[in-house]
């Protein structure tokens, strides 16, 4: 007999798609009745144009990424929305040897505390300046990336505006060490393994992580087209749980070799397990001998990690007014609102009675510790969630927020 | 009134495939079509080249890069979007299945571009034919090998003919609804694993 629902879907070799992949080859999707199908891609423009014109019924994506579909910023845009997401951190900000030299001449030290490094960039950006050098160039995967956001964010906190003082290009994730070995690249913002790659390779330094730039941040998401979740709501629901059952497993430390053995693959990931375990266990080497411990560095499942929260949304929406990649209008907030959709998700999972949130949205940055929260059903624990600035993100404060960042 | 000849790039890493393209422009008439392997150095090249029209392969990792060029690089002069004729659903998807996508310089008439989009997707598609029927003629070979190994695995371990042999991997293929050649294979290799080796 043949399974009740076919699903076509579409990730890229990122560690991040492993909830996704999981759920395929360890049969948390068949015990659903999904007959899932997975296809590797080679750019994120490929799994846009493939989702566009049916290829796939969803896919891996950035999280900003069905935003920019569906605010029209894309070309093949076709309406995507956000069901699941597919973890919560697991970037970092990497860069050379000579800027690394550069930063501790001004008093960086291996800690990853992103104000201090932030402040020694910016210090050694500004002696280049002075010396009439060129602006350091950083990449990152994609213009519509948390990527891109947090490494703006992160230098406008320390002082330093991304869009004059340093130049951001494109790379794919599996050129960056490569590219900053030869010079191309000062710096970039990407994904695990490709930091620890550059670590491993003696050419690169992580300076700062995602985890302590904001605290159990979105990154990568299920995005689904639209007219396909319209059309098979019920497919869509068992999919759901067959995630939530894989990302459960993903998160359980007793599953790590096992898990890093699946993306090891050649299909999936490729890349042999011992370069997947600073993303498994959060110990990163930094660079230079020195070795830390981040808590909550990648986060699959735990503190709530799959619930497409409005507030993920709405704060990447605000930066992409902030950075002028969109007008901030009444019907593009309307737009971003409606991109992520916690009602699918609960109406989905409800049958299993696990703990889910009651709000559809939260105020980010606003938990110092590990909390409790009310929710439907078995208990959850959310946060912390804070920003190394400080600052507070409320989504009903949204016009605030967007006024407060305003490009100097 | 002349029209002038559109520059066409095409941005591929498989040289065979792109030479292929390349003669296909040609033959239709585009004098100046350029062809990169290598996207290292591309804005530079975009910029002496001034394309109307950029077609790349979906392979390419680096498309994403290329796209964010398009739109904000000072080397593009005129704003490159993607070839999308929304009136044309069928011809964006034979694209997409061929493996092969266009972009085109803001103001280009969509007209002027299909045929070479057209041009690039039948090209692809007959690159793909070709390689897989290569790729048909190597296996063929292959398993005529595996199965002369095994025929001789036969006739020596039991001393049949040939022929006898071949009926014998014939028949057990049939029996056990499989292709000769994996039965053949299945026989070779426990024929390594058990004994020494046959004919090496």
Same mark, same amino acid.
């Given at each position: 007999?043949?399974?009740?629902?076919?699903?076509?879907?579409?990730?890229?070799?990122?560690?991040?798609?492993?909830?996704?992949?999981?759920?395929?080859?360890?049969?948390?999707?068949?015990?659903?009745?999904?007959?899932?199908?997975? /296809?590797?891609?080679?750019?994120?423009?490929?799994?846009?144009?493939?989702?566009?014109?049916?290829?796939?019924?969803?896919?891996?994506m950035?999280?900003?990424?069905?935003?920019?579909?569906?605010?029209?910023?894309?070309?093949?845009?076709?309406?995507?929305?956000?069901?699941?997401s597919?973890?919560?951190?697991?970037?970092?900000?990497?860069?050379?040897?000579?800027?690394?030299?550069?930063?501790?001449?001004?008093?960086?030290?291996?800690?990853?505390?992103?104000?201090?490094?932030?402040?020694?960039?910016?210090?050694?950006?500004?002696?280049?300046?002075?010396?009439?050098?060129?602006?350091?160039?950083?990449a990152?995967? /994609?213009? /519509?990336?948390?990527?891109?956001?947090?490494?703006?964010?992160?230098?406008a906190?320390?002082?330093v505006?991304?869009?004059?003082?340093?130049?951001?290009?494109?790379?794919?994730?599996?050129?960056?060490?490569?590219?900053?070995?030869?010079?191309?690249?000062?710096?970039?913002?990407?994904?695990?393994?490709?930091?620890?790659?550059?670590?491993?390779?003696?050419?690169?330094?992580?300076?700062?992580?995602?985890?302590?730039?904001?605290?159990?941040?979105?990154?990568?998401?299920?995005?689904?087209?639209?007219?396909?979740?319209?059309?098979?709501?019920?497919?869509?629901?068992?999919?759901?749980?067959?995630?939530?059952?894989?990302?459960?497993?993903? #998160?359980?430390?007793?599953?790590?070799?096992?898990?890093?053995?699946?993306?090891?693959?050649?299909?999936?990931?490729?890349?042999?397990?011992?370069?997947?375990?600073p993303?498994?266990?959060? /110990?990163?080497?930094?660079?230079?001998?020195?070795?830390?411990?981040?808590?909550?560095?990648?986060?699959?499942?735990?503190k709530?990690?799959?619930?497409?929260?409005?507030?993920?949304?709405?704060?990447?929406?605000? #930066?992409?007014?902030?950075?002028?990649?969109?007008?901030?209008t009444?019907?593009?907030?309307?737009?971003?609102?409606?991109?992520?959709?916690?009602?699918?998700?609960?109406?989905?999972?409800?049958?299993?009675?696990?703990?889910?949130?009651g709000?559809?949205?939260?105020?980010?940055g606003?938990?110092?510790?590990?909390?409790?929260?009310?929710?439907?059903?078995?208990?959850?624990?959310?946060?912390?969630?804070?920003f190394?600035?400080?600052?507070?993100?409320?989504?009903?404060?949204?016009?605030?927020?967007?006024?407060? #960042?305003?490009?100097? | 009134?002349?029209?002038?000849?559109?520059?066409?790039?095409?941005?591929?890493?498989?040289?065979?495939?792109?030479?292929?393209?390349?003669?296909?422009?040609?033959?239709?008439?585009h004098?100046?079509?350029?062809?990169?392997?290598?996207?290292?150095?591309?804005?530079?090249?975009?910029a002496?080249?001034?394309?109307?029209?950029?077609?790349?392969?979906?392979?390419?990792?680096?498309?994403?890069?290329?796209?964010?060029?398009?739109?904000?690089?000072?080397?593009?002069?005129?704003?490159?979007?993607?070839?999308?004729?929304?009136?044309?659903?069928?011809s964006?998807?034979?694209?997409?299945?061929?493996?092969?996508?266009?972009?085109?310089?803001?103001?280009?008439?969509?007209?002027?571009?299909?045929?070479?989009?057209?041009m690039?997707?039948?090209?692809?598609?007959?690159?793909?034919?070709?390689a897989?029927?290569?790729?048909?003629?190597?296996?063929?070979?292959?398993?005529?090998?595996?199965?002369?190994?095994?025929?001789?695995?036969?006739?020596?371990?039991?001393?049949l003919?040939?022929?006898?042999?071949?009926?014998?991997l014939?028949?057990?293929?049939?029996?056990?609804?499989?292709?000769?050649?994996?039965?053949?294979?299945?026989?070779?290799?426990?024929?390594?694993?058990?004994?020494?080796?046959?004919?090496?």
């Amino acid at each position: 007999m043949g399974a009740e629902h076919q699903i076509t879907a579409g990730f890229m070799p990122l560690f991040d798609s492993a909830v996704l992949v999981a759920a395929g080859e360890l049969g948390f999707a068949a015990r659903e009745g999904i007959d899932l199908t997975l /296809h590797r891609e080679t750019s994120w423009a490929n799994i846009r144009d493939r989702i566009a014109i049916g290829h796939f019924d969803l896919a891996h994506m950035l999280g900003p990424m069905p935003l920019a579909c569906n605010l029209g910023l894309t070309p093949l845009a076709s309406e995507t929305i956000v069901p699941f997401s597919l973890g919560l951190g697991g970037n970092c900000i990497t860069i050379s040897n000579t800027v690394w030299a550069g930063m501790a001449a001004h008093g960086a030290v291996p800690d990853l505390d992103p104000a201090r490094a932030g402040a020694a960039l910016g210090a050694f950006i500004r002696e280049r300046a002075a010396a009439s050098r060129d602006p350091l160039r950083f990449a990152v995967v /994609h213009p /519509h990336s948390g990527h891109n956001y947090e490494l703006r964010y992160w230098l406008a906190a320390c002082g330093v505006d991304p869009s004059r003082e340093i130049e951001i290009v494109i790379v794919p994730p599996p050129f960056m060490a490569d590219a900053l070995a030869a010079g191309r690249i000062d710096g970039y913002c990407v994904g695990e393994p490709w930091n620890s790659a550059a670590v491993a390779a003696g050419t690169g330094h992580i300076v700062t992580v995602k985890a302590l730039l904001w605290r159990n941040s979105p990154e990568k998401v299920v995005g689904v087209r639209k007219a396909w979740a319209e059309q098979a709501p019920e497919a869509l629901a068992a999919l759901l749980r067959a995630l939530h059952h894989s990302a459960r497993w993903c #998160q359980n430390p007793a599953n790590r070799d096992d898990l890093a053995a699946v993306m090891a693959q050649r299909g999936f990931l490729g890349l042999p397990p011992a370069v997947q375990m600073p993303i498994l266990t959060g /110990h990163l080497r930094l660079g230079g001998g020195a070795e830390l411990d981040i808590d909550d560095f990648f986060v699959p499942f735990d503190k709530a990690a799959n619930f497409p929260w409005k507030s993920h949304s709405l704060w990447f929406y605000t #930066q992409m007014v902030r950075w002028g990649h969109v007008a901030h209008t009444p019907e593009n907030l309307g737009i971003a609102r409606d991109c992520y959709r916690p009602d699918l998700y609960r109406s989905a999972l409800k049958p299993l009675g696990v703990a889910l949130p009651g709000a559809n949205a939260k105020v980010e940055g606003a938990l110092k510790a590990a909390t409790p929260v009310g929710s439907a059903g078995a208990s959850l624990v959310l946060g912390p969630d804070g920003f190394f600035d400080g600052q507070i993100f409320d989504p009903d404060e949204i016009d605030a927020y967007i006024a407060s #960042q305003s490009h100097r | 009134m002349i029209r002038t000849s559109l520059a066409v790039l095409v941005i591929d890493e498989n040289r065979i495939r792109a030479s292929i393209i390349e003669a296909g422009l040609r033959e239709a008439g585009h004098q100046q079509v350029t062809v990169i392997h290598d996207v290292s150095g591309i804005a530079r090249r975009i910029a002496e080249i001034e394309p109307d029209v950029i077609v790349i392969d979906l392979e390419n990792p680096n498309r994403d890069m290329l796209e964010n060029m398009f739109q904000l690089s000072r080397a593009v002069k005129r704003p490159i979007a993607m070839f999308v004729d929304r009136s044309d659903q069928a011809s964006i998807e034979a694209a997409v299945d061929a493996g092969v996508s266009a972009y085109v310089v803001d103001g280009l008439r969509q007209q002027r571009v299909k045929p070479i989009l057209d041009m690039a997707v039948s090209r692809f598609n007959a690159f793909s034919r070709m390689a897989r029927e290569l790729e048909e003629a190597r296996s063929e070979l292959e398993s005529r090998k595996v199965i002369d190994r095994a025929k001789g695995i036969l006739m020596k371990s039991r001393g049949l003919t040939e022929e006898a042999a071949y009926t014998l991997l014939r028949k057990t293929a049939m029996n056990q609804n499989r292709k000769i050649s994996d039965i053949a294979q299945s026989l070779v290799t426990a024929a390594g694993l058990l004994g020494p080796a046959e004919d090496e």
